[in-house]
């Protein structure tokens, strides 16, 4: 089983920088992808990262495109997400997730396995 936990959100203004943090255990070693996501409440769940365990390969929202920046250290097995130029309509709870096979579509839901607790980032104006 894959356990993760996410951390780093936090309340801050339009302009500031954070940088999520999610920490990664695993039963078994095996490639997979890691990818963001986010979710406020009415909507529906969105796609903001993603980066291929094995090969480091990137993925972005074009609405975050810019400014994030998803990356990995592998000997701490976690994945961060460095977040500049928020914005108020970055505000959402960000969820880290683990998908077992690092193939399908980057940006769907269900190509995630695991899943974090998330963690509440809101950015005020």
């Known amino acids: 089983q894959v356990q993760l936990v996410e951390s780093g959100g936090e309340l801050v203004q339009a302009g500031d920088s954070l940088r999520l943090s999610c920490a990664a255990s695993?039963?078994?070693?095996?490639?997979?992808?890691m990818g963001w996501f986010r979710q406020t409440p009415g909507k529906e769940r969105e796609f903001v990262a993603s980066?291929?365990?094995?090969?480091?390969?990137?993925y972005y929202a074009s609405s975050v495109k810019g400014r994030f920046t998803i990356s990995r250290d592998n000997a701490k097995n976690t994945v961060y997400l460095q977040m500049n130029g928020l914005k108020p309509e970055d505000t959402a709870v960000y969820y880290c997730?683990?998908?077992?096979?690092?193939?399908?579509?980057?940006?769907?839901?269900?190509?995630?396995?695991?899943w974090g607790q998330g963690t509440q980032v809101t950015v005020s104006s």
């Open positions: 997730a683990a998908g077992r096979f690092d193939s399908g579509s980057y940006s769907d839901p269900n190509n995630y396995n695991y």
């Open positions: 695993a039963r078994t070693f095996s490639s997979f992808r």
């Open positions: 980066i291929s365990w094995s090969l480091g390969n990137t």
